[in-house]
């Protein structure tokens, strides 16, 4: 990548945020209500990424396709995790630093998550210093969720940025898809949910491991564009 970027929108869940504990213990006390099994951080490392009533089907297996049980366990992780999401989701390290090195060079930073859109600004608001971040989407019943490209369009027409000036990151293969389904270029980050391979796997060119080197290619991007216009 050697372009300059208006705007860099992020995934939340193992992108900005380290939420997996809370997610996880969430759902394991929905389930252990209605006495179903319980899971594996592990495992549910791959059952998040594609919004909460899907994170509450996989954990749920066969029986989430008894429907009035399944919206019980839903309702019921809505209403621990509304209590419990920020007991131990954190930043990960390098991510405050990150944000604020690129919003001191005027970059716009947005967040896309399909997180409901709800607990997705509850937590942006709660582990960033106000400002920080610019725009946030969660899942929202007026767009599809991730991969579907329609609400990076509507975040993107909101702060006037066109694709081609987009930077969209994320950890896993759902942010990859955004990002082709979108037409936006992407990075991937090691530290998250999925970690390498599966980025690799799924298409992903560009995959970092610590969160200066976002900081760099996008501020070394900046740079670049002053040079060529004689700045």
Known sequence: MNKHYDACVFDLDGTLADSLNDLAASCDEALSLFELPTHSIEEYRFFVGNGIRNLVC????????????QRSVFETFNIIYDERCLEQTRPY??????LGELKESGVIIGVLSNKADAFAKRIVDALFDKGLIDI???QRSDYPRKPAP????????????EKSKCLYIGDSNVDVATAKNAGVDFCGVEWGFRGYNELKNSGAEVIVK????????????????????GA
């Open 58 to 69: 996989s954990a749920m297996g066969e029986k989430s396709e008894d429907e009035k049980l």
């Open 93 to 98: 390290s390098g991510i405050v630093q990150m």
């Open 136 to 138: 946030v989407y969660g």
């Open 150 to 161: 329609d609400s990076l369009y509507a975040l993107l027409d909101q702060i006037n940025c």
């Open 210 to 229: 610590d969160p200066s080197e976002i900081t760099e290619m996008v501020l070394q991007s900046y740079e670049q564009d002053k040079l060529s216009k």
